[in-house]
């Protein structure tokens, strides 16, 4: 599984970003082997329909799963539309995906 994870710097050892559209990058996580991509977000300096923008960006690398510190409306009715998953984070991107695979597991 891919997971998409708001960034703070365009490094896999950066925060989540506490935004998700305009966030400056976006990290995308393999759930199994942990390799990490990132790349910059060109939704975030958009004048208007940055969530969705974003949303698209991360459904075309074939995220399942994003991880943000919050999203605005637009980006959630995006993100339900694209059938993605929404979850809270905070912290490391590190950290975050540990966090969301125990509770992934139930454990």
Do not use: W
């Amino acid at each position: 599984m891919k997971i998409g994870v708001s960034a703070t710097g365009d490094s896999c050892d950066a925060d989540v970003s506490p935004q998700f559209a305009r966030c400056p990058y976006f990290a995308i996580v393999d759930s199994e082997t942990r390799e990490c991509e990132t790349f910059g977000n060109t939704a975030q300096e958009a004048s208007h329909g940055a969530g969705p923008v974003a949303v698209r960006a991360l459904a075309d690398r074939g995220v399942s799963v994003v991880l943000a510190g919050k999203i605005g409306p637009n980006a959630e009715q995006a993100l339900a539309a694209a059938g993605i998953e929404f979850v809270q984070a905070e912290g490391k991107i590190s950290d975050a995906i540990d966090g969301y695979l125990r509770d992934a597991a139930g454990t």
